[in-house]
C-alpha cells in the first residue's frame, strides 16, 4: 500500500495491465507523449511507444469505433474520451454497435473495451464539458458503467474494466483526480456489483456516487452531531448496481436518500430509488428522497456553478425532514 | 481585388483590437481572475478579421472555443464579451456560458462552440434557412485544422456541396489540434484539398496575410451569395499560445514559434498600410491608444458588474 491520487492510481493499472497483457492498448486524443487532458496516461506514451499508445484525430465516432472492431478482433483496447461530453458525437458507435454487437451475434462475439471518460463540474468549464452522464449508460444493455469515488477503487474497478469481456464505461469525476488515498502497490482487480459501505449508521440510508460519496460522508459528520446516524452506501458501480447490499441497509434504517450530481430527473437514483420501492416498500418509514442537480445545463459563472452541484447542506436538510 | 482605404484601415483596427483583448485575457489568467478554460487567438488575428470584413451585418458566422476573435471581427462588443468571460450576469450569455459560448445572435455570431466540429451543420442550418427564405445571406463557418477530421465536417461539406448551400468553410490551420500536430492527424498536407471530394472550390492562403484571407473569403463569398454554393478557403496560421492558458507546450519547439513569431501579421499589415500611404504612424498609434481606452472601458464594466443570483439558474432552460 501507499498513498497516491485518484489520477495516480488510474495510471497504475492501466500501466500494470499494459505490462501484464499485451493485447491492451490505448487510444485516445492527447493520450501519447501529452498524458491525456488531464494526465491520466502521463508516461505510457514513453514506456510502451507509439504503437500501444496512440493518439487519434479528434474523431470521437472513430475512436469507439476502431476500440469496438479491435475488441471484436480480440485486442483489449481502453479509450478516452476527453470528456464525458463529448460522447454525443460518438454514441452510435457505443450504444448500436458496441454495446449490442454480441447480442445481436447471437452470443459469438465479445467486446473486452473499456471507455474512461471523465465527467463531472467544479472546474467552471461550462455545459459542455462539465455534464454528468451515467444514466445515458445506465440505460443501455450490454455496456458495464464504473463510477470509482477512491484512489483504491480508480486502481481496483480500472483492473477488472480491463479484463472484463464486455465494454466497460468508466466514468472517472476530474474533481477526485487530486484526491489521495491508500492503493495497493500490486494489480488486484475489484469486483464489480460490490457496493462500499462508506460508514456505518442505523437512521438513515444514503446512496451516493463518485463525488457525491465523499459530499455524503461530510455530511453523515453533521448528522452525527445532531444524533442522526447515517449510513453511506458507495454504489461503486451502477451497472450492475449492488441492491442487496441497499436494500439490507433500508432494511435496518427504514429509510433512504439518493444522491447524485448529474441532473435529478430520469438520474440514477430514480432507477435505485423504484429498486428498493419494488424490494423493500414495507421497510420504509418515510418517502424516498433524491438529491440531484436541477434540471439545467451545467451554468459557467460560478455562483451559478455552486447552485448546480448538489451540497452536503442538501443531504443534511434531506435527513432532517426524514429524521428530524 | 481591389480593398478600399477605409476597409483596410478597420482591419488594421480590428487585428489590433483583437490582439489586446487576447492579451488582456492573458494576463487575467494568470492572475486568477478567470474561471474555466481560455483559449486564445493570439498570432490567427489575420484569419477571423479578414474573413469577417467581406461580410454584411446580416450574414451569419459559426466560431469555435478559440472564438474571441472572430466575435470581435463580426462586432461583438468587448464590454459584454469580457463581462461573460468574467462569469457575470451583464455578458452576453448572463454568465451562463462562458469563453466557449459566447454567441450574439442579432449581429449573426451563432456561438462560439465547445464541441470540436459542432459548428459546421449549424452553419448548413442557417444557410438553409437563407436560401429557403431567399434572401441572400452568407455564412462563414470557422473551424480548425482538428475540427476538419471530425465527422460532423465532413457531413456538413457533403451536405452543404450537395444542396449548394451559401457557406464559406474557413478552416484555420494552426498545424495543430492540442498536442497533435496535422501531419499525425492526417495524410494529406493540404486540408483545401478535401474540397475536391466534394466537388467545391478549395484554396489554401497565408492565414497570416489578412489581405490575402480577405481576398480569397471575399470571392467565395460572392460565389455563396450569387448562388454558386460552398467553399473551402485554408488559412495556413499559428497559435502563439498554448492550446488553453496553462498549456505548457511540451509538443513543440520553441523555435517553430520564434519563425512565425516573425510573420506576426499585425505589424506586416501595418508596415503595408504605411508604405502604400494608407495609414500613418501617427494614425496607427491613435488607433491603437483609442483601442486601449476601449477595452478598460470594457474591463471596468465587467469588474464592476454583478455576478449572477443563484435563483437565475433555472432561467433560460426553455423558451
Ligand atoms: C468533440 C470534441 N472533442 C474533443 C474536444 C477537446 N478539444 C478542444 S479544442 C481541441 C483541439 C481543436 O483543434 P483545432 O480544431 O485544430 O482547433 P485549435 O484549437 O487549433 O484552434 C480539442 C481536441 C472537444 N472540445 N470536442
Ligand atoms: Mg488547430
Redesign the interface.
Known sequence: MAMKTYLQALNDALRQEMERDPDVFILG??V???GG?FGVTQGLFKQFGEARVK????????IIGAATGAAATGLRPVCEIMFV??I??CMDQLFNQAAKMRYMFGGKAKIPMVLRAPQGAG???????SQSLEAWFLHMPGVKVAMPSTPEDAKGLLITAIRDDNPVIFLEHKMLYGIEGEVPDEAIAMPFGQAAIRREGRDVTIVATSKMAHTALEAAETLAADGISAEVIDPRTISPLDTQAIVDSVKKTHSLIVAHEAVKTGGVGAEIAAQVAEAAFDYLDAPIIRIGA????V??????E???IPSAADIVKAARRLRG | MSIDKEKMIQMFATMTRIRQFETKLQEFFAAGKI???VHLYIGEEAVATGACATLRDQDYITSTHRGHGHLIAKGGDLKRMMAEIF???TGY?K????S??IADVELGILGA?????GGGPIANGAALASKYRGNDRVVVCFFGD??S????TQEALNLASAWRLPVVFVNENNGY????PTC???AVADIADRAAAYDIPGVVVDGNDVTAVYEAVGEAVKRARTGDGPSLIECKTYRWRGHFEGDAC??RDDCELEDWVKKDPIPRFEKKLQAEGILSVEKAEAIRKAIAAELDAAIAFAEQSP????S???ED?YA
Open positions: 486524443e492527447d501519447g507523449q501529452f487532458c493518439d487519434t484525430p479528434i474523431t470521437e465516432s472513430a461530453d463529448f454525443g458525437v472546474i467552471g468549464a461550462a455545459a459542455q464539458h436541477p434540471f439545467t445545463p451554468p459557467f459563472s460560478v455562483p451559478l455552486q447552485a448546480f | 474561471p474555466g478554460f462569469g457575470k450576469r450569455c454568465g451562463k456560458g462562458g466557449m459560448h462552440n465547445g464541441i470540436v466540429g482538428g475540427a477530421n471530425q465527422g460532423t489540434g492540442i498536442s497533435c499525425k492527424s492526417m511540451v509538443y455576478l449572477p443570483e443563484a437565475e439558474i433555472l432552460v
